[in-house]
């Protein structure tokens, strides 16, 4: 995998990550995923999918 596409990826997981920390409850309930597993993925390095 080219590097700036890795970089966007990376990126692109970290900000996705950083944005379910923020979700309400009635937000990640909407998308059927608990507060647990939202804490659980934001937790992850941005590295790792």
């Known amino acids: 995998m080219p590097l700036l596409r890795w970089l966007r990826d990376a990126h692109e997981r970290w900000r996705e990550r950083r944005l379910l920390e ?4 009635r937000d990640l309930r909407d998308m059927g995923i608990t507060r647990h597993d939202a804490l659980h ?9």
């Not at 923020?22 to 409850?25: L, S």
């Open 22 to 25: 923020e979700m309400t409850d």
């Open 41 to 49: 993925e934001a937790a992850k390095p941005f590295w790792r999918d």
